[in-house]
C-alpha cells in the first residue's frame, strides 16, 4: 500500500494534482524541487513512491528523466495523463500591464511563448517550479510578479488569475511516470504497456531488425526515444514504450530482443492510461 509519494514541486504543482488523482489525499506528499531530489528520496526508502514526467504533448520528451529512471534501477509501474492548461497568476488587484516579471518552470515558459509575444513588456524568467512561484508570490507578497500555474495553486496560494490556458495548444498532456524501487505489482492479465531499454550495434539495419521483431510480435511501438551512451561516443541507447494486447506477445518478443540488442533492460510492465 502506498503511503508515501515523492513529487517534483511543492502543493499546487502538476505532479501534486496527479498524486490526488492516481492515489487518494490520504497519501503523503514529500515535495522536492528537482527530479534527482525526488529520485533520492524515493531510492533512500524515504517515499514508497514517485511520479515523474516523461513528456510532454507540446514540448517533447523529458529526456532526464529517463536517464534517472535507468541509471537508479527504478521501475515504471503505472503511468497517468494529465491535461495541463497553464494561467498566469499574481497578487490580487492587479493586471497583466502591472506584471514587469513571470517566473516560471522553463518546459511552462516553452509551453507559453507565443502568449508572451503579445505582452513584449513582461520579462520571462525560468525558475525551478510553477507552484513554487506561486507561493513564493503570496509569501513575500510580491507585486508585479507573476506565476504561470495551475488553478489549484492559484487557490491554494490565494492569487488572481489575469489570463487562463494561455498555453499556445490548448490540448496539452503531460505523461507522468508512477514510479518504484521494486517491480510493477500488476497482475499479469492487467499488464498491456511496458517500457524496455536497449542498445543496438553498428551493423546496417540492426534498429530496423528490432523495430520487425516488434512488429512481427503484434506490438504496437507507441514511444521512441534515443539518448547519447555518454562513455561511448556516437554510440546510443533506445528507450521504447510498447503496448500489446496479450501479456505472451511481449514475452516473445522480450526473449528474441535479449538476444539481438545489448544492454536490454524492462523499465517498467504497467497498464496502459490511455485505454
Not at 492515489?23 to 514517485?50: G, P, Y
Not at 523495430?211 to 539518448?227: A, E, F, G, R, Y
Not at 554510440?235 to 538476444?259: C, G, M, N, P, R
Amino acid at each position: 500500500m502506498i503511503k508515501s509519494v515523492a513529487i517534483q514541486g511543492v502543493k499546487g504543482s502538476y505532479h501534486h494534482i496527479v498524486s490526488e488523482q492516481f492515489f487518494d489525499n490520504s497519501v503523503e506528499l514529500i515535495e522536492c524541487l528537482t527530479f534527482d531530489r525526488v529520485v533520492e528520496v524515493l531510492t533512500t526508502k524515504h517515499c514508497d513512491a514517485a511520479i515523474m514526467a516523461l513528456e510532454n504533448s507540446i514540448a517533447g520528451s523529458i529526456i532526464p528523466n529517463y536517464a534517472l529512471i535507468d541509471s537508479h534501477n527504478l521501475h515504471i509501474v503505472g503511468e497517468h495523463y494529465l491535461d495541463i492548461q497553464h494561467n498566469l497568476m499574481a497578487l490580487p488587484g492587479q493586471s497583466i500591464e502591472d506584471i514587469k516579471e513571470v517566473y516560471s518552470h522553463p518546459m511552462a515558459l516553452l509551453q507559453c511563448k507565443e502568449f508572451f509575444k503579445k505582452h513584449p513588456h513582461i520579462k520571462l524568467v525560468e525558475d525551478k517550479d510553477t507552484a513554487e512561484v506561486a507561493d513564493r508570490i503570496h509569501s513575500n507578497q510580491l507585486k508585479n510578479v507573476g506565476a504561470i500555474a495551475s488553478v489549484l495553486a492559484a487557490k491554494i496560494f490565494e492569487l488572481d488569475i489575469l489570463a487562463s490556458s494561455i498555453q499556445t495548444i490548448k490540448n496539452n498532456e503531460t505523461r507522468f511516470a508512477i514510479v518504484k524501487r521494486t517491480n510493477s505489482e500488476v497482475s499479469q492479465s492487467e499488464i498491456n504497456k511496458a517500457s524496455i531499454k536497449f542498445e543496438a550495434n553498428h551493423k546496417r539495419g540492426s534498429l530496423a531488425t528490432i523495430l520487425n521483431v516488434m512488429s512481427d510480435c503484434k506490438l504496437n511501438l507507441t514511444k521512441i526515444q534515443s539518448l547519447p551512451i555518454i562513455e561511448t561516443p556516437w554510440k546510443y541507447a533506445f528507450f521504447v514504450d510498447v503496448t500489446f494486447e496479450d501479456y505472451s506477445d511481449f514475452q516473445k518478443a522480450k526473449s528474441l530482443i535479449e538476444i539481438m540488442a545489448e544492454g536490454f533492460k524492462i523499465l517498467g510492465e504497467y497498464k496502459n492510461a490511455k485505454l
